[in-house]
Nanobody
């Protein structure tokens, strides 16, 4: 059974940091693209960052470049999103997702994810 479990969300003041983790199981982690997405109240879901070991790529949305860093620990089947200099507009539910196409990180909004976690809430206060 494929599982993606996010953790690390919470409440933080603007300018602060949070570290989100996505623990994956049930599939060949090394072969998949892993993306982080977020959805704020009343807004559409957007891709935040993506990593693909098989394709050798990491990617970031313009809104988070220079502030967020994505990394993977293939031995632990975990992807981490380090979020620094957080802004109130970063407030959202953050989801991780896995795509069998390792080139998914090259597509617009990281299209083609096959599996999704349930999300973790990040709230940034001003």
């Amino acid at each position: 059974e494929v599982q993606l479990v996010e953790s690390g969300g919470g409440l933080v003041q603007a300018g602060g940091s949070l570290r989100l983790s996505c623990a994956a199981s049930g599939f060949r982690f090394d072969d998949y693209a892993i993306g982080w997405f977020r959805q704020a109240p009343g807004k559409e879901r957007e891709g935040v960052s993506c990593i693909s070991s098989a394709d050798g790529i990491t990617d970031y949305a313009d809104s988070v470049k220079g502030r967020f860093t994505i990394s993977s620990d293939n031995a632990k089947n975990t992807v981490v999103l380090q979020m620094n200099s957080l802004k109130p507009e970063d407030t959202a539910v953050y989801y991780c997702a896995a795509g069998a196409d390792p080139t998914s990180c090259r597509t617009a909004d990281y299209y083609g994810m096959d599996y999704w976690g349930k999300g973790t809430l990040v709230t940034v206060s001003s």
